[in-house]
Structure formats: structure tokens, C-alpha cells
T-cell receptor, first 115, second 115 residues
Framework: DTGVSQNPRHKITKRGQNVTFRCDPI?????LYWYRQTLGQGPEFLTY????????KSRLLSDRFSAERPKGSFSTLEIQRTEQGDSAMYLC?????????????FGSGTRLTVV | AQSVTQLDSQVPVFEEAPVELRCNYS??????LFWYVQYPNQGLQLLLK??????LVKGINGFEAEFNKSQTSFHLRKPSVHISDTAEYFC?????????????FGSGTRLLVRP
């Protein structure tokens, strides 16, 4: 098990284009989280899944954002019609839901730059 | 709602000196408390956590933190820092009753260890 994997590591896109990020969590982890981190700030919660069910979405997740976890394994985060304000690091994390004491395991993130 | 304040955006310190990174939180509910470290171009790694019990918690890499309920603080300390401790440190809280286990992060403190 190599931890939480995120691809791509970096993405540069033009304003108005759609982008999709992928997250592969630790295999036995049933919970998967997406966070967004802008420069000089801490991560902000976007959404989370328990298995394949998306159980909560932050108000930060506008209708241009959609996340899926189709078989309870990997997850994708899509941003449609990107805006410059979407430029950020997108972090994925996974955990075993029954015990929060272990915290999350974070991936290295996908850095999005919208030009 | 909860919020986390990290009072210092950057803390410069000489190698082998002690350091304290400050964290205060505001919450109307009981919370769990965490410290994470983020090295450049990497995800966040859990340093330590307070869930219950002894208010002095020890974590990895020689770090410790003390939960002070009356002052709503959870300051991070290390008696002697190394160059390799240079990183961004984030304090986070989680509502004990929130089944999502989502984290609310502070804006981070950059620890800069100088030789």
C-alpha cells in the first residue's frame, strides 16, 4: 500500500475549460475526503464519501464542481468552466470511518492553475 | 461553528532552540484537536491529536502539545528543533458529534529553522 495517490500533480488550464482530478485512497479506507487549499491558507473541506455515497458537500462546492466515487474505491473531482478563483491545491484524504483517532491520510495534492 | 486561529504566520528559530507554535480555537461544541505538518509539495501528515484523557499529548518527531480548555488553546512545542523541521504546521479541530469527521483548519504557521 503506497498511501493516497493523486493525479495529476499539476494542471494548468485555460479559463473556461473543464478539468478532472483523480484520487486513489488507501484500499481498506471507506471514507474519502476532498479539501481545497489556497495560497497562505489552511485546507477547506469540500465534500466526503463513505464508500460510494457522497454524504456531505460544503457550500464552497458550487454547481460547477462535481465529485464521484463510483465503486467506493477511487474518486474523481471535476470542475467545469474553470475560473481563475479555482486556482488552488486540491487535496484528497482517506480514513477508516469507524475510528477518527487515526486522523486522515492525505495525498500530495493536485495543484491547479487557471490562466 | 468552529474556527481556528494560528496567531503567527511565520516563526523563525535557530537550530536546537525550543519552539512554540500557538493555536487557539473557538467552538460552541466540544472538539477534538489535531496538529498536521506539511512539507513543500507534499500532503499533510498527522503530528499528534487530542481526543480525551491527559491534556499533554506527545506526537511524532519529538513534538508535543497541551490542551487548555479554559483558554481554548492547543499550542505545539518542541524542546529542540532541527533544520528538517522547517515546514508549514496546521492546527485543526473536529466537532466530536459530527459524524463526517471533517476538519476545520487554521491558516498555518511556517516554521523556519536556521542553522
Amino acid at each position: 500500500d503506497t498511501g493516497v495517490s493523486q493525479n495529476p500533480r499539476h494542471k494548468i488550464t485555460k479559463r473556461g475549460q473543464n478539468v478532472t482530478f483523480r484520487c486513489d485512497p488507501i484500499s481498506e479506507h471507506n471514507r474519502l475526503y476532498w479539501y481545497r487549499q489556497t495560497l497562505g491558507q489552511g485546507p477547506e473541506f469540500l465534500t466526503y464519501f463513505q464508500n460510494e455515497a457522497q454524504l456531505e458537500k460544503s457550500r464552497l462546492l458550487s454547481d460547477r464542481f462535481s465529485a464521484e466515487r463510483p465503486k467506493g474505491s477511487f474518486s474523481t473531482l471535476e470542475i467545469q468552466r474553470t475560473e481563475q478563483g479555482d486556482s488552488a491545491m486540491y487535496l484528497c484524504a482517506s480514513s477508516l470511518g469507524r475510528y477518527r483517532g487515526n486522523g486522515y491520510t492525505f495525498g500530495s495534492g493536485t495543484r491547479l492553475t487557471v490562466v | 461553528a468552529q474556527s481556528v486561529t494560528q496567531l503567527d504566520s511565520q516563526v523563525p528559530v535557530f537550530e536546537e532552540a525550543p519552539v512554540e507554535l500557538r493555536c487557539n480555537y473557538s467552538s460552541s461544541v466540544s472538539v477534538y484537536l489535531f496538529w498536521y505538518v506539511q512539507y513543500p509539495n507534499q500532503g499533510l501528515q498527522l503530528l499528534l491529536k487530542y481526543l480525551s484523557g491527559s491534556t499533554l499529548v506527545k506526537g511524532i518527531n519529538g513534538f508535543e502539545a497541551e490542551f487548555n480548555k479554559s483558554q481554548t488553546s492547543f499550542h505545539l512545542r518542541k524542546p529542540s528543533v532541527h533544520i528538517s523541521d522547517t515546514a508549514e504546521y496546521f492546527c485543526a479541530v473536529s466537532d466530536t458529534k459530527d459524524s463526517s469527521y471533517k476538519l476545520i483548519f487554521g491558516s498555518g504557521t511556517r516554521l523556519l529553522v536556521r542553522p
